[in-house]
């Protein structure tokens, strides 16, 4: 069966401290990683990653994605509190090349 | 461009009612697809749709209809709504491209609605 695994569940980290966030994956025909952020409402999209090593990277925030070992890593460097939100992965693919969320990473950033 | 919108915001139903979730996109996508997201689920699929008059099914289609007749609509209805349906539904789009392309998906505010 195919399936998104995040760690952790859940964060709580001080401003200005750095944060990674995992992703790994069982999802055959893999095409392509997404990372969305989701504050109050609808998840915005971050990055999208298809290729193993190449770092996508936008402001403070980076993202890497390693095909052998089936995992994707997200992070955030001098974090803010507007930081703070579910961050989820998907990894289009399977069957049908459908999206495949993980649970999210719920960070929490304190001032 | 609105891009993704749904309707309505929220919503309460009783046992056994129905009713339909409204979602347009405006930006001439082909793939289109419904969503619901539950504390410690994730977000997961319910019905999509590769283009005007396809639609197929997802990882958890029971009790869910759709249709699409246009590219711009993509409505959920619940036939008969059970509590078990209480959630928070998101409707998405994306181009379709060429087979081997990926793409990113614009998800819509969500509609969250709640079954007594």
């Known amino acids: 069966e195919d399936k998104v695994v995040q760690s952790p569940l859940s964060l709580v980290v001080h401003e200005g401290d750095t944060v990674t966030l995992n992703c790994s994956y069982e999802?055959?025909?893999?095409?392509?990683l997404l990372w969305y952020k989701q504050e109050k409402k609808a998840p915005t999209f971050l990055f999208m990653l298809?290729?193993?090593?190449i770092e996508k990277k936008s402001g403070r925030l980076s993202s890497i994605l390693d095909k052998k070992e089936l995992f994707s890593i997200l992070n955030i460097t001098a974090t803010q509190t507007g930081d703070s939100a579910i961050y989820l992965c998907?990894?289009?693919?399977?069957?049908?090349?459908?999206?495949?969320f993980g649970t999210g990473t719920l960070l929490a950033v304190q001032p | 461009n609105a891009g993704v919108t749904q309707t309505p915001k929220f919503q309460v139903l009783k046992t056994g009612q129905s009713m339909t979730l409204q979602c347009a996109q405006d930006?001439?996508?082909?793939?289109m697809s419904w969503y619901r997201q539950d504390p410690g689920m994730g977000l997961r699929l319910i019905h999509y749709s590769v283009g005007a008059g396809i639609t197929d099914q997802g990882e958890v289609p029971n009790g869910y209809n759709v249709s699409r007749s246009t590219t711009e609509d993509f409505p959920l209805r619940l036939l008969s709504a059970a509590p078990s349906q209480t959630s928070v539904y998101f409707c998405?789009?994306?181009?379709?491209?060429?087979?081997?392309?990926?793409?990113?998906?614009?998800f819509g505010p969500g509609t969250r609605l709640t079954v007594t």
């Open positions: 930006m001439n996508h082909e793939y």
């Open positions: 298809t290729s193993s090593g």
């Open positions: 999802v055959t025909n893999f095409r392509s």
């Open positions: 998405a789009s994306s181009y379709r491209m060429r087979q081997g392309s990926s793409y990113e998906q614009y």
């Open positions: 998907a990894v289009e693919g399977g069957a049908t090349n459908k999206l495949i």
